[in-house]
């Protein structure tokens, strides 16, 4: 089974671009994406050099007092908080952070629901944001900072707690095949408390996202394949795709070794067709890398037929990390995916604030990276 191939052509990329220049280094990508090698020549991709692309590098400055957290260990430390104290509004301080339950058939979820400073009842974007293992909706909150993203950018922002009932480390259940169901188990909660949103305030349907981290990453891959009508683009961070597991052995196998080429297959036969964008670390020992790989193939798929061109953004973060951003763009420049490996990168959220758990300050800000990406996409007019 295949584990670091992507991972290993991105880098050959990477070296081509400093070697040779952007047309090796974009067909390496095209390469790594179809999973291809150039026929009649060898296996490396610095072989190749009949693409042309974009390619371009760019620096993200830290936060101040920031940098001198950065060292080779910080991607690897959990940051634990005592989520009890933890107040995701403090660094806002103006809109409204309020508890809500929905209940369904299928049981009954808390959530916690931002609603920017700004709102006087026009309709306004949605994001859905799916906490990781071990984490709470005031904890993802704070360490994704995304409450302050949605009070710049003037959007709602919603965040659906799992219970320690249905899993005792609080995970999202996006291995179990009733999990993974439209209309049953923790997918029909998720879409109802999203629903809720939209029924209760002037929400734009056509601009409605979901994202996570690690099992709320998984779990964001399977609303945007059982519920596609609802969401205009989707984002994964430390995730996995769509039907990588079907129980608790099989996702342990799947963290580690990535998805199985069967399972993988399985799963492209439930292509969402949909935006999306993918963070994930080089280094995270706990989601194998290569997960972002399979999600990235699971997703990208272009409904429309257009020719997607490449394009290789390199970059560092002042003080920080290194990282590559890979996107996929239609002949009319819709960025349809990007994909974001951060160098030296855990499992951890990157850019996030160290006043929730699992956060990397030293990576490129993810939060507005998403935010950015969403806002660029919206679905049509029904």
Not at 138 to 158: K, L, S
Request: hydrophobic share 40%.
């Amino acid at each position: 089974m295949r584990t670091r191939t992507f991972l290993e052509k991105m880098g050959a990329a990477t070296e081509l671009l400093q070697a040779s220049g952007p047309a090796a280094a974009t067909a390496a990508i095209q390469l790594a994406l179809r999973g291809e090698a150039s026929a009649g020549a060898p296996s490396s991709a610095k072989s190749d050099i009949r693409a042309a692309a974009n390619v371009k590098t760019s620096s993200v400055q830290l936060p101040s007092g920031d940098t001198e957290k950065c060292g080779p260990q910080a991607a690897r430390r959990p940051m634990p908080v005592d989520v009890g104290i933890i107040s995701a509004n403090d660094d806002v301080g103006l809109g409204q952070f309020r508890s809500k339950t929905c209940t369904n058939r299928s049981g009954s979820r808390n959530y916690k629901l931002y609603i920017p400073n700004g709102y006087r009842g026009q309709a306004l974007p949605l994001i859905v944001m799916l906490h990781g293992c071990k984490q709470s909706p005031d904890d993802f909150a704070a360490g994704t900072r995304m409450n302050i993203a949605a009070e710049e950018r003037n959007c709602f922002v919603v965040y659906p707690a799992q219970v320690t009932t249905a899993n005792i480390s609080g995970c999202w259940n996006w291995f179990l095949p009733n999990d993974q169901q439209r209309d049953l188990g923790e997918p029909s909660i998720i879409a109802d408390i999203t629903r809720n949103v939209m029924r209760d305030y002037a929400i734009d349907r056509r601009r409605v996202y979901v994202a996570g981290l690690s099992a709320g990453g998984a779990m964001a891959a399977v609303m945007a394949t059982t519920y596609p009508e609802l969401w205009a683009a989707v984002g994964l961070h430390s995730g996995l795709p769509y039907g990588a597991a079907h129980d608790v052995m099989s996702a342990f196998m799947a963290m580690k070794n990535g998805a199985s080429e069967v399972r993988a297959k399985e799963s492209l036969l439930c292509r969402a067709h949909m935006p999306i964008i993918i963070f994930h670390g080089d280094d995270d020992t706990t989601v194998n890398v290569s997960n972002a790989e399979q999600a990235l193939t699971q997703f990208a798929a272009n409904a429309s037929g257009n020719t997607l061109n490449v394009s290789l953004t390199t970059g560092r973060v002042t003080g920080g990390r290194a990282y590559t951003r890979t996107t996929q763009i239609t002949d009319d420049g819709n960025i349809v995916t990007e994909l974001w490996i951060v160098q030296g990168g855990g499992h951890a959220w990157s850019g996030g604030s160290e006043q929730g758990s699992y956060t990397d300050p030293c990576g490129p800000d993810a939060t507005r990276a998403m935010v950015d990406f969403f806002f660029a996409h919206a679905k049509a007019a029904a």
